[in-house]
């Protein structure tokens, strides 16, 4: 999945939910380094990562880490949006669900419309 690749609308509100639910009720890592990890252990079930980052470079690894590894990315608008989803008042690059908790059907929803 490219970054900056055009996500309809409905699929990056179902990514923020899905991170929100999950962030109450399952487990979520934030930030680079957080979240490369959980996709190198293989752990994360969907991956955020905010189109503003500054610079790219921060998180150009993370497309091809989540293709290796099978995991579905989901580009969103800025960091702002992506942390105030997750309960965070500071900007975040990027946030990985690894433990679904109640977002285990928005993620289904998510997977089945970007994997077409």
Sequence with gaps: MDLNADIPKEVVSKAYEAAAVASKTGKI??????????????????????????PKEIVMHLPAL??????ILVPVPTKEELASNVGLNIPTSAVAIIQEGDSKQLIKEITAKLKK
């Design 29 to 54: 890592k934030k930030g680079i380094n957080e979240v490369t990890k959980a996709i190198e252990r293989g752990v994360a079930k969907l991956v955020l990562v905010a189109k503003d980052v500054n």
């Design 66 to 71: 989540c293709d290796e590894k099978d995991i």
